[in-house]
């Protein structure tokens, strides 16, 4: 709890605005114990996934020996079939928390997840829980999922219900750049994430963990394939409408190569400037005839982006 509140109050003099607080197992009855040590006007909402009602009895399901770690201090566990090292300090204040008490002076919207079929935590848990809860308060059944979330889907069904019902309490984010025309990107996402702001969107382009990054969004170069594809596929688009083919879409698939010249047998810069590629290939559905399917073609290379990285781009910094 008091490492929790910790990172909380970081965040809170970092961002200035209310935060959403997120646990799983133990580790959600934890967000709901310190959210009262936060103080409930810093906190937006409260997300737990298969959180126990009573403390006390997940020591219950940890596979070790309780008594030696509390007589010696310090000993290894099993929970869930993964290895923790659990201290006595934990033991003792595990065995005498109250949490239902905790969850009934709440005064925060609370999310409760839980599986059915938690054999781990059981589901009359999250009964508990709720029925101390306050409203706000809103239940969603994991249906068929295991306690540690290990199937993606499962995972990914918990995540986005998350953010979708968080996303009515947390506050609206005013720092916001809102270019009138470009892009702006600022750094601060993580050690390479970067927020890329336009006139009417934000996200974040990052690079990939084996790069040392967080995978948290597309890489640049990934947004560069983007913008070719993307274009392409708009652009034969809005030709077909107009002509009135029956085209049905297509698919794009755009790689990058960094060492064309290779390929060509030969230097094709002078100036010793590395000579780099990108591969289109388009797929064209819909029921065409061979004539207007060349033409479609055709077009693709007339997209804007096309034109612009095949043209002789300027790049002027200030």
């Not at 646990?23 to 114990?33: D, R």
């Not at 005064?107 to 508990?128: N, Q």
């Not at 085209?247 to 790689?255: K, M, N, S």
């Not at 190569?257 to 100036?271: F, K, Q, S, V």
Request: proline share 4%; aromatic share 4%.
């Amino acid at each position: 709890m008091s490492d929790l509140v910790a990172a909380a109050q970081n965040l809170l003099d970092r961002f200035g605005s209310k935060i959403l607080l997120v646990g799983h197992s133990l580790g959600g009855a934890a967000v709901l114990a310190a959210a009262d040590d936060l103080g409930f006007e810093h906190v937006a909402g409260i997300a737990t996934i298969a959180a126990p009602s009573d403390v006390p009895h997940a020591l219950e399901r940890i596979d070790g020996d309780i008594a030696a770690i509390k007589a010696q201090g310090q000993g290894e566990v099993t929970i869930g079939g993964r290895p923790f090292s659990l201290s006595r300090d934990f033991i003792e204040r595990t065995e005498e928390a109250n949490l239902l008490s905790e969850v009934e002076r709440l005064r925060a919207p609370i999310l409760i997840m839980h599986s059915p079929t938690d054999a781990i935590v059981g589901i009359e848990h999250a009964s508990k829980l709720f029925g101390a809860a306050k409203h706000p308060k809103s239940f969603v059944s994991l249906d068929g999922a295991d306690h540690l979330l290990l199937k993606e889907d499962d995972a990914q069904f918990a995540a986005a219900m998350i953010a979708s019902w968080a996303d009515r309490y947390l506050p609206e984010r005013d720092d916001t750049l809102a270019p009138e025309d470009g892009v702006i990107v600022r750094t601060g996402h993580g050690k390479f994430g970067t927020e890329v702001h336009t006139s009417s969107h934000r996200f974040v382009a990052d690079e990939p963990t084996s790069y040392g990054g967080d995978n948290t969004g597309p890489t640049p170069y990934d947004l560069l394939l983007a913008a070719l594809g993307t274009c392409t596929a708009m652009t034969m688009k809005m030709y077909a409408d107009r002509k009135g083919m029956a085209f049905e879409g297509t698919t794009i698939h755009v790689t990058h190569e960094r060492n064309h010249e290779e390929d060509l047998g030969h230097e094709m810069e002078e100036d010793g400037m590395e000579v780099q590629a990108l591969h289109r290939a388009i797929e064209i559905h819909g029921d065409l005839s061979d004539e207007e399917r060349v033409k479609l073609i055709a077009i693709a290379d007339k997209c804007p982006v096309h034109k612009t990285l095949e043209g002789h781009l300027h790049i002027h910094t200030e």
